[in-house]
């Protein structure tokens, strides 16, 4: 294992780490106490909340499918990765003006259309520059890194709040800084050989996307029955709250949470690449439902900060698999594509799921809300074990 783990990979899968881990920080900054300024100090229901988040990352998942085919048609991937990263770091100071709900709304709609420019371009310049056997590494260590800036991001975030007395708007200006730090590591870092696509064939017609194959159709529905019950995280905040956790601290949780996806995706990755990518998915989902029937139940402080944990972990064993099957399964010419459409399918999920969440936290309690997500994943589980073991491994 420790061979494993030591072997070298592109020096771009280093850079485009590094991008991802310093716009993390500058997401996780926001992400980890927004929903905190939006009850508390901009007094948003839940419902709101719900909403706010399910059309922000919605958004996210529409635009994919687009700079995804995109980047297969111009065979140029980098420049609208640039694009994308770009806008999400101008629009960060709209986070510390805002007066209203609909300001959050705007500004947090905005964030999304940048990062659905740049993430299936992102994750296809991945599977470009990797050979096939080491996908699963070098998705797990561009998560890894990821991740030390989702984690890193919170700390900050939670430091700042607490030596600033709670001053929100602070924490949302300085979340400027490491996210234009990202945009010169990716224009000056990351180098890309342009790809020829002579017949200029446009993703998006149906004759194309028949060449996606059954195997490809089946994991998409694995990956929306799993998005279905994968609200936002705001609720999961929202738990720690009502639980008791100390305001000034909740961000911490992110923390927690993104150290051991960090210290667990990068082994999964490798461990994948050896022995196969099912059955660890299966683990990851068994693992998420198991996670979310213990915030239902949970009752102390203590037991948050370790179902956070847990959470770290179902993610290792889950994102960087289900991006490394679909670089498996696809042409090279429609990478972008296939990944813009898997995320354009499980990410339309994410509007009616965190809509359902506020509704069903609101009119009868968190206990059903987490007990439903968990069933969700239960859902994805059943279709992995009846699919035929050769057509996903």
């Known amino acids: 294992m420790k061979a494993l783990l030591s072997q070298k990979?592109?020096?771009?899968?280093?850079?485009?780490?590094?991008?991802?881990?310093?716009?993390?920080?500058?997401?996780?900054?926001?992400?980890?106490?927004?929903?905190?300024?939006?009850?508390?100090?901009?007094?948003?229901?839940?419902?709101?909340?719900?909403?706010?988040?399910?059309?922000?990352?919605?958004?996210?998942?529409?635009?994919?499918?687009?700079?995804g085919a995109l980047s297969d048609y111009w065979g140029r991937r980098k420049q609208?990765?640039?694009?994308?990263?770009?806008?999400?770091?101008?629009?960060?100071?709209?986070?510390?003006?805002?007066?209203?709900?609909?300001?959050?709304?705007?500004?947090?709609?905005?964030?999304?259309?940048?990062?659905?420019?740049?993430v299936a371009p992102r994750n296809a310049l991945v599977a470009d520059v990797t050979p096939p056997s080491q996908r699963g590494a070098a998705y797990g260590l561009r998560q890894s890194l990821d991740t030390i800036g989702a984690f890193s991001g919170p700390f900050i975030a939670t430091a700042l709040l607490f030596y600033s007395n709670q001053n929100f708007r602070l924490v949302f200006w300085l979340a400027m800084i490491p996210g234009f730090m990202a945009i010169a590591i990716l224009c000056y870092g990351v180098r890309e050989t342009p790809r020829t696509n002579s017949e200029k064939r446009n993703p998006l017609q149906w004759s194309t996307l028949k060449r996606l194959s059954k195997t490809y159709w089946l994991l998409v529905v694995v990956a929306l029955l799993f998005n279905l019950g994968n609200f936002s995280d705001a609720f999961l905040l929202l738990r720690a709250q009502q639980i008791g956790v100390p305001t000034s601290l909740i961000p911490l949780s992110f923390v927690v949470m993104n150290v051991t996806y960090g210290l667990s995706a990068y082994p999964v990755g490798v461990l994948s690449d050896r022995i196969g990518r099912k059955g660890l998915l299966i683990s990851g989902f068994t693992l998420f439902s198991l996670v979310y029937f213990g915030f239902a139940a949970v009752q102390t402080p203590w037991q948050i900060w370790v179902l956070f944990g847990l959470c770290g972990l179902y993610l290792g064993k889950t994102k960087g698999l289900l991006l490394a099957l679909v670089a498996d399964m696809v042409p090279e010419d429609l990478r972008g594509t296939a990944f813009g459409l898997i995320n354009l399918i499980t990410g339309l999920a994410l509007l009616p799921a965190s809509l359902l969440a506020g509704i069903l936290w609101e009119q009868i309690g968190p206990q059903v809300t987490f007990t439903v997500s968990g069933g969700f994943a239960i859902a994805a589980i059943l279709v992995l074990l009846i699919s035929p073991k050769h057509r996903m491994s």
């Open 9 to 67: 990979l592109p020096r771009n899968i280093w850079f485009l780490g590094f991008v991802s881990l310093l716009t993390d920080i500058n997401s996780k900054m926001i992400q980890s106490i927004l929903p905190l300024f939006l009850v508390s100090v901009l007094g948003t229901n839940l419902v709101t909340v719900g909403v706010i988040e399910g059309i922000a990352e919605s958004t996210a998942s529409v635009l994919k499918i687009f700079s």
């Open 80 to 118: 609208l990765a640039l694009a994308g990263y770009g806008l999400s770091a101008l629009v960060t100071p709209l986070f510390a003006i805002a007066t209203t709900p609909a300001w959050v709304l705007f500004a947090r709609f905005a964030d999304r259309v940048g990062k659905g420019i740049r």
